[in-house]
């Protein structure tokens, strides 16, 4: 029911846009996070948007340089990120849950998407 599109190999310091869209349901009334994991590490929350798409959260490494924002025409969501750095290798996740709070914990998340790879070479 989510789809994320968008990854792909990239030199540190360029862009990627990441989408993700839902099928089957609307998402309209849910907050969407994007996650990634590494290799050998744990997931980790990047980014989260609100069902309004007016509040934010960001991890500190990410701040200032990836924007998440979503258009509910299109029931998609994305995850603009520049200035990127080979820390910033890894595949991403989109999630949704309807609990209508920011919220880093993967498991508070009701449906996900399947990853899509980010490499970022130097």
């Known amino acids: 029911q989510l789809q994320a599109s968008g990854g792909g190999l990239v030199q540190a310091g360029g862009s990627l846009r990441l989408s993700c869209a839902a099928s089957?349901?609307?998402?309209?009334?849910?907050?969407v996070g994007w996650f990634r994991q590494a290799p050998g590490q744990e997931r980790e929350c990047v980014a989260s948007?609100?069902?309004?798409?007016?509040?934010?959260y960001y991890a500190d490494s990410v701040k200032g340089r990836f924007t998440a924002s979503r258009d509910h025409a299109k029931n998609t969501v994305y995850l603009q990120m520049n200035s990127l750095k080979p820390e910033d290798t890894a595949v991403y996740y989109c999630?949704?849950?309807?609990?209508?709070?920011?919220?880093?914990?993967?498991?508070?998340?009701?449906?996900w998407g399947q990853g899509t790879e980010v490499t970022v070479s130097s």
């Open positions: 999630a949704a849950h309807p609990r209508g709070h920011h919220t880093a914990r993967s498991y508070e998340y009701n449906y």
């Open positions: 089957g349901r609307t998402f309209s009334s849910y907050f």
């Open positions: 948007i609100s069902v309004g798409g007016d509040t934010y």
